[in-house]
């Protein structure tokens, strides 16, 4: 846990090419040190919102990637605000949405709503 930690917080960007991805919590661990992810659009990565709370690019073109990356990149050199507000953002999102006592609170909203 120390190295990922370590790599995580050395990083600004985190990759996560994956060709099939059932749940993604990668991208949030990777969020929470301030990496923006860049993620191919599928399975439980289709949840990272492009241009807001990461880069995301979809189908399996060989170029879809590189121009995600080239994209991050950009922004990285010349909109370092954008980049900042990025970060924030993408903080804000997992508060909202994704924490314990939210996803809890959707459960039960379920188990209601079935019973």
């Known amino acids: ?58 189908g399996s073109r060989s170029a879809a990637l590189p121009d995600a990356m080239r994209r991050a990149m950009t922004l990285y050199r010349h909109e370092p605000k954008v980049i900042a507000h990025m970060q924030k953002r993408a903080l804000e999102v997992i508060k909202e949405r994704y924490t314990w006592d939210r996803v809890v609170e959707r459960y039960m909203a379920l188990y209601k709503q079935e019973m």
Do not use: M, W
């Not at 090419?17 to 059932?22: A, D, G, N, R, T």
């Not at 969020?31 to 439980?44: K, R, S, T, Y």
């Open 1 to 58: 846990p120390l190295t990922a930690r370590r790599v995580f917080a050395a990083g600004d960007f985190f990759l996560i090419p994956s060709q099939y991805e059932p749940c993604g919590l990668t991208d949030y661990q990777a969020q929470l040190f301030g990496n923006l992810p860049i993620v191919h659009a599928v399975g439980g990565l289709v949840k990272v919102i492009d241009g807001e709370t990461g880069f995301s690019y979809p």
